[in-house]
């Protein structure tokens, strides 16, 4: 896939709030990826650190599994993480002078397609708001680890929705209705409603800004889609005062957990 050029990719962003970028990662690297994504989906921590945050449900084998900030359990999705080429991506579309990881998901949407596999229709700034003032440059990296076909689920992005506002009760990243949200955010009235599919090859990624609205349905493919949701700032974000001790943000000065990934 050829590369495109700084202009496209940041008139994308700021128009649709969206922009994807093929052939960031190379295929040794994510095979080495997908053996240690399931070493800490099993439990393997390389590092003794254990994830905060752990969505998965054994019970429920089509629910989508989500580990927060992965990266520091296991030296693999650290260097995934930190991939110089994954940083120069993100600044050249931000046109920042440094990039920043400062939160990570890892994401495995299993194949069999129930409704546990949907991610709800939101905004990422909605959990994001009570850490980091209302302007602040920060948004999310989406690094796929497999091929992402139609019938997997695919992250899906509503174009332009980055220019509708920022509205804190509509949608929700953990409930499965994604039609009522759908419902909700067409009432706002602030735009025509165009879901767009990121369809990415592995290695492959894309970047969406802190208001876009995103979602996903399940994956009705006979393979586990796998990615990782990087968060990420530029030097032109700022943490609300009084929120510095917040989950997060209180590690920003730590570089061994939230590594630059870009410098100009
Ligand atoms: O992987 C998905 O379907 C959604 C991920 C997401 O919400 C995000 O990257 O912000």
């Given amino acids: 896939m050829s590369e495109r050029n700084a202009d496209d990719l940041r008139s994308q962003f700021s128009r649709d709030g969206f922009t994807t970028q093929e052939s960031l990662v190379p295929a040794d690297l994510l095979e080495r990826v997908t053996a240690h994504m399931d070493a800490v989906t099993a439990g393997d921590y390389e590092t003794g650190r254990t994830p905060n945050h752990h969505r998965i449900k054994p019970d429920d084998a089509t629910e989508i599994i989500k580990i927060d900030n992965a990266h520091l359990s296991d030296h693999t999705l650290m260097e995934l993480v930190s991939y110089p080429a994954l940083g120069a991506f993100a600044a050249t579309v931000m046109d920042a002078a440094m990039v920043q990881v400062w939160a990570v998901q890892l994401l495995i949407k299993p194949p069999g397609g129930t409704p546990s596999g949907h991610v709800g229709w939101h905004q990422d700034f909605q959990y994001w708001h009570s850490k980091w003032e209302p302007d602040s440059e920060v948004f999310t990296l989406w690094v796929a680890i497999n ?44 735009g ?18 802190r208001l876009t609205y995103h979602g996903s349905a399940a994956n009705t493919s006979t393979q586990p889609r796998r990615s990782f949701a990087i968060h990420l700032r530029t030097e032109r974000s700022k943490v609300l005062p009084g929120a510095e001790d917040s989950e997060y943000v209180r590690d920003l000065g730590d570089l061994e957990r939230c590594p630059i990934i870009y410098s100009a």
């Fill in 192 to 209: 025509p409603i165009d879901e767009v599919p990121i369809l990415l090859n592995a290695g492959g990624a894309s970047l969406h800004a």
């Fill in 147 to 190: 091929d992402v076909t139609a019938d997997m689920g695919p992250m899906c992005m509503l174009r332009g929705s980055n220019q509708w506002g920022f509205h804190k009760d509509i949608g929700d990243f953990f409930d499965s209705d994604i039609e009522k949200h759908l419902e909700q955010i067409r009432g706002l009235g602030a």
